[in-house]
């Protein structure tokens, strides 16, 4: 290759016309990937649908089915069960995150983004973002329809108030670990598989049944993983004295064990989800 | 002479050991500014991972690579300001309109909201898509995915555009069409290297030519140059009777290429149109029926022949795939590979 190049540009010298005048920020990237998100879930309706329709599927069997076979001392079984089942619901919505992940991840979307001048950590934030918000509203409707079928709470506005604040960042704190989940798994029908990973999870909490009715290990698991401290955070808020006095420790000690959980799950996930994401 | 790309003895390893493949295997390459450069090379040479390690999605092990003077380990950052990647498949959203699609890349690559709305406009005019902007990727058709793709590509108007197969998959029309397409923006200023396994889409792009196999470089130039390299004239002898084809290939030659389906003989002569002669009437004294007999330049199919040693794939893609077998399938079935594969 010897030809001379009459028509040369210098890479650095003047900006191409029509090319950008400044970069992306980490702000724009995780908006402009978090909107994407946003309207891809918005045109498919089925995919919120779906996740809505489980969701309130597995509250009536739980409500009816099983729950006249399930006491909970102090308790009516519903109020147990809808505090719980609102949270560990989040479990179940971010499965399908982890799906659409790994089919954007095999669609070649993400060696477009990595190609791009944009952090990395940004548009992996713009993603679980919007998968914490698809997992909020389901947990709301599901809350909706707690209350139909007799959930009671006498909460103050300012307990709520911090239910859904926390709320919002357990699910934040779990969509990382789904994200991650999304990027190994290497296909979407994998990532399904995975995913499923949410049901012993769940069940191996106190989202259910009173860990105190489980076995010795199965219990000491489920007594301190993170589903647990989110749980009875929740049934403290909105179910009041009733309910702390059943706990074996204070409202306090599940409040600040849920946050310590939710840094945690955070601090462990963003290093994964950034390696997963660079691999080759 | 600018340079835009330059790897020099680069190596990129997968696994160890035993089970370890070389995709890149010392290749050396250097890609003028200012100028079209195709990658040609057949399935597994090593094209894909060289545009990957281009655009910073893979990491080479050893060697060096640099894009308009940065180094693609040191400074990822400033070559990713440089580069507008098109990769193998089609990353556009099915869920969401063009323009949306665009908009989003216009976004990331540094415009303000106005500017990528408009940016994202101007390509869509540009790709020969501006009706169906306002349309739901879903509704497009494999071609239009792919130009809107390719638009995705340059729609931060990238010093270089790298487009890895660009028409891979698509119909002789749409394949065409997407040439246009590449031909207007090559006429802008930008510098574009691609790859493909079509030597006709080369020959047709393409100022300079860069021939790889097993990863390394095996020859580069012009078409021109390339074909001249190849050196000799060939002939070709077009036979009335299938059943002569190994009568006659015995008596032209250990060099002759047979392609039974055609009943065609190739084979390189350096003596001109006499030795042309000089074999006709050789096979017709045995009393070989030949129905054309054709003198004529070496094509980049020779060429790639000769150096590689294995043909190229030649026509419409959906003819490749009892060609070299590997991987020319639809671009859906070899997306699932590759979602495997990065299990
Ligand atoms: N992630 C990977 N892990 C292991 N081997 C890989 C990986 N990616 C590529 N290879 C191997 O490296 C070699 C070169 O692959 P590459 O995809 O660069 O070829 P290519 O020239 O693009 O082929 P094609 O024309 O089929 O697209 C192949 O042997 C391939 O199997
Ligand atoms: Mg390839």
């Known amino acids: 290759m010897t030809t001379t190049t009459p028509n040369a540009v210098t890479p650095k010298a003047q900006p191409r016309p029509g090319a950008p005048s400044g970069s992306a920020s980490a702000f724009t990237t995780l908006s402009a990937v978090a909107i994407r998100t946003g309207l891809k879930i918005a045109r498919s309706p089925q995919i919120l649908g779906i996740a809505i329709v489980q969701s309130v599927l597995f509250l009536l069997m739980f409500r009816y089915v099983l729950g006249g076979a399930i006491g909970v001392p102090g308790l009516s079984y519903v109020d147990f069960l809808v505090p719980g089942f609102v949270v560990s619901g989040l479990l179940f919505t971010a499965g399908g995150g982890s799906v659409a992940v790994a089919e954007e991840s095999a669609s070649g979307l993400y060696d477009r983004l990595r190609s791009l001048p944009v952090p990395s950590v940004a548009v992996l934030a713009g993603r679980a973002v919007t998968d914490a918000a698809l997992m909020l509203v389901v947990a709301l409707v599901t809350l909706g329809v707690g209350f139909a079928v007799g959930f009671r709470t006498g909460a103050a506005p300012g307990h709520w108030l911090l239910a859904i604040g926390l709320l919002v960042v357990y699910a934040l704190a779990l969509s990382g670990i789904f994200v991650w989940l999304g990027l190994v798994s290497g296909s979407a029908q994998a990532a399904q598989g995975l995913s499923i990973l949410a049901v012993p999870f769940s069940f191996l909490s106190s989202a259910f049944v009173p860990v105190e009715t489980m076995p010795g290990v199965l219990q000491a698991f489920a007594a301190w993983q993170p589903l647990t401290f989110m749980v009875n955070t929740w049934r403290g808020l909105l179910l009041g004295d009733p309910v702390t006095a059943t706990f074996g420790h204070s409202l306090t000690f599940y409040l600040v064990g849920s946050l310590v959980w939710s840094a945690a799950l955070i601090l462990l996930a963003a290093p994964l989800v950034l390696h997963a994401y660079r691999k080759d | ?343």
């Open chain 2, 1 to 343: 002479m600018d340079v835009i790309v330059e790897a020099s003895g680069l190596v990129k390893q997968y696994g160890s050991g035993s089970g370890a493949v070389r995709a890149l295997d010392g290749l050396d390459l250097v890609a003028p500014a200012g100028k079209v450069l195709a990658l040609l090379g057949p399935n597994g040479a090593g094209k894909t991972t060289l545009v990957r390690a281009i655009a910073t999605l893979t990491r080479p092990s050893s060697g060096t690579l640099t894009v308009a003077g940065h180094d693609v380990l040191r400074a990822p950052e400033q070559v990713r300001r440089v580069i507008g990647l098109a990769g193998q498949y089609a990353a556009v959203e099915p869920a969401l309109t063009g323009l949306e699609n665009l908009r989003m890349v216009a976004r990331l690559f540094g415009h303000r909201r106005r500017e990528a709305t408009l940016a994202s406009e101007r390509v869509l005019e540009q790709m020969g898509l501006a009706d169906a902007g306002k349309r739901l990727v879903k509704t497009y058709s494999g071609g239009m995915r792919r130009r809107l793709d390719l638009g995705a590509s340059l729609v931060g108007s990238p010093q270089l555009l790298l487009l890895d197969e660009p028409t891979t998959g698509l119909d002789p029309r749409s394949r065409s069409e997407l040439w246009v397409a590449i031909e207007e923006l090559v006429a802008t200023g930008t510098d574009v290297l691609l790859t493909t396994q079509y030597l006709e889409e080369a020959d047709r792009l393409a100022d300079l030519i860069a021939i790889i196999d097993h990863g390394r470089l095996v020859a580069s130039g012009t078409p021109d140059e390339l074909k001249t390299q190849a050196g000799r004239d060939v002939v070709d002898v077009q036979l009335a009777d299938g059943g002569d084809l190994d009568r006659a290939a015995a008596m032209l030659g250990p060099e002759t290429v047979v392609d039974r389906n055609t009943q065609r003989l190739t084979v390189p002569v350096a003596g001109g149109a006499d030795e042309m002669l000089a074999r006709a009437g050789a096979l017709s004294t045995a009393g070989i029926t030949m129905t054309d007999v054709a003198l004529r330049r070496p094509t980049l199919d020779d060429v790639f022949l000769a150096l590689t040693g294995h043909p190229a794939e030649r026509d419409a893609p959906e003819e490749s795939d009892s060609g070299t077998g590997t991987g020319s399938s639809s671009g859906t079935d070899q997306r699932r590979e590759m979602a495997g594969d990065a299990a």
